[in-house]
């Protein structure tokens, strides 16, 4: 039998990229068939090593998942990435003009490189890449290297199901040492200033080392590395922070804890997604829902309780899926 | 009878600024009488006009609603503030130490001055947010001021309840700068660079307009203005843009539409957040649930078919509430 002709789950568990690229695309399309796919290959997952890269738009984080795909492979450990990309679609391509820069590696069989834009499978873009990446862990990669952009409290949630989360800043990020400072954002296991070249790169550094020095005393102390990515300087200081962390979740026995929480979460917000489309959908063709949300506008019934009376019609012939 | 003991509904509906703060203590604690209370009050909103801030933190937003509000007062408006901060527990204390700017006020029985932190009624702060803002609007606030903290994509919703969104920056703000340019971050009505007196603030505006131009040409077009909130200066600038932007949308029927799509967003975020509540129960009390997530953290079944397997049994008997 022919190579394309076998099923595509085998093909994906022995690795071929077409079958990956394939694969993706039916869980992006929100088709049936990529879901049983994820089904039949989930206890092949929980190999590879997922690290998740977030920071504010042009810190350079597409150029360092470059740097860092170039050195994984000089170590012989297979990569794969996925960029994912919230922007609006007005603006379309201002990110994914990035990935540019990841195709010296386009036609390396050990590199797999793939971008997901805003519309998922059940409008959760979170939820589409997570199929996606559990679909690269199967395919037996040893890196998955998950990108987004963040530059706030609520980054898309993916960047949640990394064993180690980098946050990429540059000289200027002013922002996001304010958000970190404030707390609304997260505080990730290793800090990045890229774009170190900067003459504020130091001053940089000082105001996260301040900001870090508010935050709880932990058994990890999370590490800044500068970095020039676009000529490789400080990448393999970072991924010796990276292995470190991991080390240290592994000994720690918070590798099983994270991944347990995130798995939870997600089915959790699977679960959720499928019942709001449901919901959703009643909006668009059940008149009496119409209705209700036309008493809304009116200011006759308050948004609570119009919610309470779906929630009651939908409870008898509800949320199968 | 005493003015104490007239019912609470009604003291609000009166403009009592002693009954607005229980009535949205109730809805914050997820009193089943709170949401009785928006329920009875509805038909009684709609008629201040509602503006929201937002912004990263440190840029002076709560120092510019200060100002701001000093002018409505000027103008004989009355004037509630309702400010939302989603930071983390542990820096608790960061964001909440600005509301001492507005304590000025807090003796003026034209103000009404409000924070909520991280943890509302269903688990969505915006969803508590909204219905304390709707009390504000039942107890005849001229204006209401929501302010909330954003660096990117998902700032908390409750910004798209307002009717006109302003987006406070300041010198410095790069991060959000670069959010705007790559459509992470939605683009405001009107934006603010405050602290104005800084050498950079030229750059900034140029920046800023820069990004404008990238944008589709609308009928609106996006004023920026410079302030020094804590000189008042520009402050009065601000008030007359946010008017014309007001009686832009009311011209346009932007208004009615803005509001009915925002309450139809409302509706559905609220029976979605009621059923997550019920489903999070479920996997705490149920133990079939508890062991379809052992099997998925064990990679024995895929998060989706766990969340399908869930909603199944929950369709029985489910999701009223």
Redesign the interface.
């Known amino acids: 039998m022919a190579e394309s002709e076998k099923p595509l789950a085998e093909r994906l568990l022995a690795g071929d990229k077409r079958a990956l690229a394939r694969a993706i695309s039916l869980v992006e399309n929100d088709d049936p068939q990529g879901?049983e796919l994820?089904?039949d290959v989930?206890?092949h997952?929980?190999g590879a090593a997922v690290l998740g890269f977030t920071g504010?738009?042009?810190?350079g984080k597409s150029t360092l998942l470059g740097a860092l795909t170039k050195l994984e492979r000089e170590r012989e450990r297979s990569v794969a990435v996925l960029s994912i990309d919230?922007?609006?679609?007005?603006?379309?391509g201002?990110?994914l003009g990035d990935r540019i820069r990841l195709s010296d590696h386009f036609l390396d069989p050990g590199v797999f490189i793939r971008s997901m834009a805003n519309r998922g499978a059940l409008g959760g873009l979170s939820e589409a890449a997570?199929?996606a990446a559990?679909l690269m862990d199967a395919s037996g990669r040893d890196v998955i290297l998950l990108e987004t952009?963040?530059?706030?409290?609520?980054?898309v949630d993916i960047i949640d199901h990394a064993d180690t989360v980098v946050l990429v800043l540059m000289p200027?990020?002013?922002?996001?040492i304010?958000?970190l400072?404030?707390?609304?954002?997260?505080i990730p296991d290793v800090i990045v200033v890229n774009k170190a070249d900067h003459p504020l790169t130091e001053t940089m550094v000082r105001e996260i080392k301040g900001v870090l020095a508010?935050?709880?005393r932990a058994d990890w102390e999370i590490p800044i590395v500068k970095t020039e990515a676009t000529r490789g300087e400080g990448v393999e200081e970072l991924a010796d922070r990276m292995s470190a962390h991991r080390q240290y979740i592994e000994r720690a026995g918070t590798l099983m804890e994270r991944?347990?929480r995130n798995?939870?979460n997600?089915?959790?917000a699977?679960?959720?997604l499928?019942?709001?489309r449901e919901?959703?959908a009643s909006?668009n063709e059940d008149t009496d829902v119409k209705e209700?949300?036309d008493r809304?506008?009116s200011?006759?019934?308050?948004?609570?309780?119009?919610?309470?009376s779906?929630?009651?019609r939908?409870?008898g012939d509800?949320?199968?899926?």
Do not use: H, N
């Open positions: 879901w994820v089904r989930y206890p997952t929980g504010p738009p042009g810190v919230p922007s609006s679609p007005f603006t379309q201002a990110l997570l199929q559990l952009v963040g530059v706030g409290q609520a980054d200027g990020s002013g922002d996001s304010q958000a400072k404030a707390g609304v954002m997260e508010l935050g709880p991944r347990r798995l939870m997600e089915v959790l699977i679960a959720t499928r019942m709001r919901l959703e909006v209700l949300l809304v506008v200011r006759e019934l308050d948004p609570a309780s119009a919610a309470s779906i929630l009651e939908g409870a509800g949320w199968r899926r």
